[in-house]
T-cell receptor
Framework: NAGVTQTPKFRVLKTGQSMTLLCAQD?????MYWYRQDPGMGLRLIHY???????AKGEVPDGYNVSRLKKQNFLLGLESAAPSQTSVYFC??????????????FGEGSRLTVL | KQEVTQIPAALSVPEGENLVLNCSFT??????LQWFRQDPGKGLTSLLL?????REQTSGRLNASLDKSSGRSTLYIAASQPGDSATYLC?????????FGKGTRLSVIA
C-alpha cells in the first residue's frame, strides 16, 4: 500500500516557468489537500478537493491552480513560477465520509526552488 | 478564524524524562484534533487522532488529551528516547480544513 505519493520530489525552476506537481493516493479517499510549508510560517493550505471534479481555495491560493479529474489524483500547477513560491509542498488525503473528521495522511513532500 | 498555537517552539530534554507538549486553539467548535510527527526533510506522520467527543487517546508511550471547553490539547510522551527527536505538530479540524500549529521541535539528549 503506497499511501500518498508525490512527484517530483525535487525541482528547480526559473522565474516564469510552469510546472505541475502530481499527488496520487491509493486509499480511495474523497478529500485531498495541497499545503505549503515554509520556515516560521508552518503549514498553509493552498487548495483542496472534496471529491472528483471539485476544487476549492484554501488560505494561500494565488499563483496556483489545481485539478481533480480522477479521484485518486490531485494536481497542483504553477503557471508562472515566482521566487516566493520556493517552498516544500505537501499533499494529503483524509479518511472518513464527512469532511475534516478523519485521519489525515501525508505524502513525503516536493521541494521546489524558484530562481 | 481558527488559530492554533504550540508552546514551546523548541524543547530539549534528557533521555528518560516524561514530557508534555501543548497545543491551544481559539475556536472550540471542532470535529477533531490530530497530532503529527515530522522528521527533518520528511512528511508528516499521524500519531493520534482525537474526535471531539473523546477526552484522550493513547498509543504506546504517547497519550493525547483534549479539553474542548478550554481550547487545549496536550501530548504526553513517557520515558523519552533519542528516537523521539522530531517536530510535533497539532492540527484541528472543524467546518474548514485542518488548521495547523507551527510545531514544537523536540530534542531528546542521550
Amino acid at each position: 500500500n503506497a499511501g500518498v505519493t508525490q512527484t517530483p520530489k525535487f525541482r528547480v525552476l526559473k522565474t516564469g516557468q510552469s510546472m505541475t506537481l502530481l499527488c496520487a493516493q491509493d486509499m480511495n479517499h474523497e478529500y485531498m489537500y495541497w499545503y505549503r510549508q515554509d520556515p516560521g510560517m508552518g503549514l498553509r493550505l493552498i487548495h483542496y478537493s472534496v471529491g472528483e471534479g471539485t476544487t476549492a481555495k484554501g488560505e494561500v491560493p494565488d499563483g496556483y491552480n489545481v485539478s481533480r479529474l480522477k479521484k485518486q489524483n490531485f494536481l497542483l500547477g504553477l503557471e508562472s513560477a515566482a521566487p516566493s513560491q520556493t517552498s516544500v509542498y505537501f499533499c494529503a488525503s483524509i479518511t472518513g465520509s464527512v469532511v475534516n473528521t478523519g485521519e489525515l495522511f501525508f505524502g513525503e513532500g516536493s521541494r521546489l526552488t524558484v530562481l | 478564524k481558527q488559530e492554533v498555537t504550540q508552546i514551546p517552539a523548541a524543547l530539549s530534554v534528557p533521555e528518560g524524562e516524561n514530557l508534555v507538549l501543548n497545543c491551544s486553539f481559539t475556536d472550540s467548535a471542532i470535529y477533531n484534533l490530530q497530532w503529527f510527527r515530522q522528521d527533518p526533510g520528511k512528511g508528516l506522520t499521524s500519531l493520534l487522532l482525537i474526535q471531539s467527543s473523546q477526552r484522550e487517546q493513547t498509543s504506546g508511550r504517547l497519550n493525547a488529551s483534549l479539553d474542548k471547553s478550554s481550547g487545549r490539547s496536550t501530548l504526553y510522551i513517557a520515558a523519552s528516547q533519542p528516537g523521539d527527536s522530531a517536530t510535533y505538530l497539532c492540527a484541528v479540524g472543524g467546518n474548514t480544513p485542518l488548521v495547523f500549529g507551527k510545531g514544537t521541535r523536540l530534542s531528546v539528549i542521550a
